[in-house]
């Protein structure tokens, strides 16, 4: 299992209703399905995604979160989960918005712009960086909003929202004592759970 | 010499009529007091009875939804969702029982306006009640009884088979385990109810109508139900579909205007494809489907409207369904479109019910969901999968269910 989700699934609790956003293939909700008996609903826009969930069991809805998350009702989940997306979509003030309107809590996970080697990679060389989180080209990137762990902390103030907890790992989902000491550095993923 | 079927066709299937003795309630207030229903079933039924699905047919369907009836004629078509239907199929008869029937009022067998009134010895005709989907589902769960069949694993249908599925659920809310809902609606919108009564009123103006009892007297209002197919059959398609389909000579931006005899004629005859296509598809439909039926028929779509029972909020209708759901549009479709098919999710979102949805790709307008449309099929036999495994779960544990 990818190391955030390793993370993540301890603040799932048994019976909770789980709705996950960019759910994949389902697997992260499948799990969870097994593992805690969650109501499990996955919100997806690829097609062979979306058909590798049904193959899972779980539910998966074909819906772009970008659009609008209207028709879901506010407190209608325990907990939103938005895994690695966070970047990629067009307003992600609004969707976190969206996300504690229809979440008792929220969990995100995406990756850390102010990483040393993505800030090396810019001052020494001045190109955009490229990583094993952010393995794509400039031109050709989902990754359109990019944003550092200070960012986050930042905006979490501004819209006086709580943070529960917080973590960074790299992709062993490994915490190190460099990672604790300045998390925006050292941190390549960051990892939120929050409420309001 | 026998014809050649293919290895994945359930092969020659021959319909059963069951009899029901029990007087049917309708929500008119009317009552049927006897009938028959015209059954077609696929694969076996298991020991516990777990592995049935019912299949409810749309507008023009019937019963025969897959196979062949006769084993000698070689142009004779399969029924009318053969490409879901059969051994290794999305609906697939290695482990699933499949039932389909013609439902009440239609005109293949079961009882209907053209089925002899045991009272007078003459057809029912117009006098035969109006049925609603709630009435079919209540028809169709006697059915299920007299199977020995307690729970489906799953109830599926297609536009108005759609309808079914959701009234089952409602209706009958812990005899299904899942609800597949396919190019329907919550309810018939203004424009799809103008489509309906223009096509009646083909049919009843037509003078060979005679007020709905054209049986006394030996003839047909053809004319009129060639019209009100011919309107039909526009709405199933898109305008893509149409296009490719009559748009075959290869000049650009033909728009479908293939012409039937390379020039046009400047007289009011046949000048182009669409139009012979669409006389023929009128023409064979009126050999085979009785005028009152389709009357009959609309009008069952026009009432379909679960909410009215529940303060025009359809989520309280679902409140105590027990089946998962799946609802699946496509994006061609204008007669029952995607957005009325997530007027069904956000609705069944509202009343906390599992359910998943697909918006599928695809040109062929509302007629996509008969066709062998390869995401659409490949997620029919994803979902139903998982359905298997549930069933051969339940029958691992022989103190289960």
Redesign the interface.
């Known amino acids: 299992m990818r190391a955030d989700l390793k993370i993540i699934q301890q603040w799932i609790e048994p019976d909770m ?1 789980v709705l996950d956003l960019g759910c994949g293939d389902g697997s992260f909700l499948a799990h969870l399905k097994s593992e805690k008996n969650i ?3 996955g919100l997806e826009i690829d ?1 062979d995604n ?8 779980v ?5 772009d979160m970008n659009k609008s998350l209207a ?3 506010s407190d ?1 989940f325990d907990t939103v989960l938005l895994a690695q997306t966070l970047q990629t979509v067009e307003r992600p003030d609004i969707l976190v918005e969206e996300m504690l309107r229809i979440g008792k809590k929220c969990i995100i996970t995406f990756p850390n712009f102010a990483y040393w080697r993505h800030r090396l990679k810019l001052v020494s060389q001045g190109n955009m960086p490229q990583s094993s989180a952010l393995p794509y080209e400039w031109y050709d990137t989902p990754n359109i909003h990019h944003c550092t762990i200070k960012d986050f902390d930042t905006l979490c103030e501004e819209r006086n929202i709580t943070i529960l907890h917080k973590t960074v790992v790299d992709f062993n989902h490994r915490s190190s004592f460099l990672m604790n000491l300045n998390p925006n550095l050292f941190g390549i993923n960051a990892i939120y759970h929050f409420t309001r | 010499m026998a014809k050649r079927i293919p290895a994945d066709s359930v092969g020659i299937v021959s319909p059963e009529l069951f009899h029901f003795d029990e007087p049917l309630e309708l929500r008119s207030g009317r009552v049927i007091e006897q009938y028959d229903l015209m059954v077609e079933t696929y694969g076996e039924l298991n020991a516990d009875k777990s592995n049935a699905i019912l299949v409810c047919h749309a507008l023009s369907g019937d019963h025969h939804a897959a196979g062949y009836h006769n084993p000698d004629d070689e142009k004779e078509k399969p029924g009318w969702w053969d490409c879901c239907i059969g051994p290794g199929k999305a609906f697939d008869t290695n482990h699933f029982f499949i039932v389909s029937l013609n439902n009440l009022g239609g005109c293949a067998g079961s009882t209907g306006p053209s089925s002899v009134d045991p009272a007078t010895g003459k057809p029912f005709g117009p006098d035969f009640p109006i049925i609603t989907v709630r009435d079919w589902v209540k028809s169709q769960a006697r059915l299920a009884d007299r199977l020995g069949i307690h729970k489906w694993a799953a109830v599926i249908g297609g536009s108005l088979g759609g309808m079914q599925v959701m009234r089952w659920a409602i209706s009958y809310p812990d005899r299904l385990g899942h609800a597949i809902i396919i190019a329907a609606a919550p309810k018939l919108s203004a424009q799809n109810i103008a489509f309906n009564e223009i096509a009646r009123q083909s049919i009843t103006n037509d003078p060979d109508f005679h007020a709905g009892r054209y049986y006394d007297f030996n003839t047909y209002p053809k004319r009129g139900l060639m019209l009100a197919r011919m309107i039909g059959h526009v709405t199933y398609l898109s305008d893509n579909a149409m296009r490719d389909k009559f748009g075959k000579d290869a000049i650009e931006g033909n728009f479908g205007r293939d012409l039937r005899s390379g020039k046009l004629n400047f007289s009011y005859d046949v000048d182009f494809q669409v139009e012979s296509y669409l006389k023929y598809k009128g023409e064979t439909f009126s050999h085979s489907f009785d005028a009152n039926s389709y009357l009959l028929i609309t009008k069952t779509l026009d009432y379909f409207d679960p909410a009215v029972d529940y303060n025009f909020d359809l989520s309280k209708a679902f409140l105590d369904s027990q089946c ?1 759901f ?1 609802v699946i549009s496509f994006t061609s479709d204008w007669r029952f479109p995607p957005e009325r098919s ?1 007027e069904i ?2 609705t069944l ?2 009343a ?1 019910k ?6 599928v ?1 695809a040109d062929q307008g509302h007629d996509a969901f008969l066709m062998p449309i390869p ?1 659409y099929i ?2 029919l036999k ?2 139903l ?2 359905v298997i ?1 549930e069933i051969s779960g339940k029958e691992a544990k022989p103190d289960a269910g």
């Open positions: 209703r109501f499990d609903c097609p979306i058909n590798l969930c049904l193959q899972a069991g539910n998966v809805i074909e819906q028709n879901f009702r209608s | 998962k799946l997530r999710v956000n979102l509202k906390e599992q359910v998943s949805y697909l918006e790709e995401r490949q997620a994803s979902y999968g998982c495994e």
